[in-house]
C-alpha cells in the first residue's frame, strides 16, 4: 500500500472521530505530514480526503496557497522593480500574509464554511523562503470555525515540523498525522 494512501486511511480514522465545539483554534489544526517527494501523487489523490471527510459527513473545501504569491506580486504597484530586485521583496513579505489572510476569509464567505467544514489548505510549500508555515497557520486558524487540514509536505518528528525538510524545524500544537502513524 502507498504511504498516500495510508496517510488517507490515518486521516479518516482521525476525521470521523466526533469533534469537540469548544475547541481552541490552534486544537482545530491538523496536519497530514509527507514526504515532499509525494507531493505530485497527494495532490492525485486530494479526492481520496474529500471522500473520507464527507463520509464522516463533515463538508470539504480547499483553499489553495500554490499562486498566492504571484498573485499578490502582480497587484503591487512596482511588481516590475521587485523582479530587478528581490531583495526589496522582505520589506513587503508582511502584506503578502495580509493578502493571504483575505483571500481565505471571502472563501471561506464563498463556500458558506461552517463549524463542520474541513479547510484543506494545500501549496504550502510554495511558502518556503518567504514565510514560516506556522506563521501563516497561526493567522489563518482562527479564521476556521470548523477544521484547518495542512497537507505539509517535510517531515515530523517529536513535535517538530520541518517543511521541505530545509528550516529548522519549530514545535507546534497541531494534530499530525502521518503514514507511518495510525489512529
Known sequence: MSKVKRLVQSYGKYIAIPWRDDAAAAQRVVFCVYNEAEELKLRAKIDEFEIVTKQAE????????????AEWLSLQRYAKSYFQKPQLLSTLLPQ??????????????????SSNSVVALTGVGSLFG????????????????????????????????RLLD???????????I??????
Open 96 to 113: 503578502y500574509l495580509d493578502f493571504i489572510e483575505t483571500q481565505l476569509g471571502e472563501f471561506l464567505a464563498k463556500n458558506e464554511c
Open 130 to 161: 518567504l514565510h514560516k508555515v506556522k506563521e501563516v497557520v497561526d493567522r489563518l486558524a482562527p479564521h476556521v470555525s470548523g477544521r484547518l487540514l495542512v497537507f505539509f509536505p517535510g517531515s515530523y518528528e517529536n513535535n517538530n515540523y
Open 58 to 69: 463533515h463538508d470539504w473545501n480547499v483553499f489553495d496557497l500554490t499562486d498566492t504569491f
Open 166 to 176: 530545509g528550516y529548522d524545524g519549530w514545535n507546534y500544537l497541531a494534530v499530525p
Open 178 to 183: 502521518t503514514a507511518d502513524k495510525d489512529f
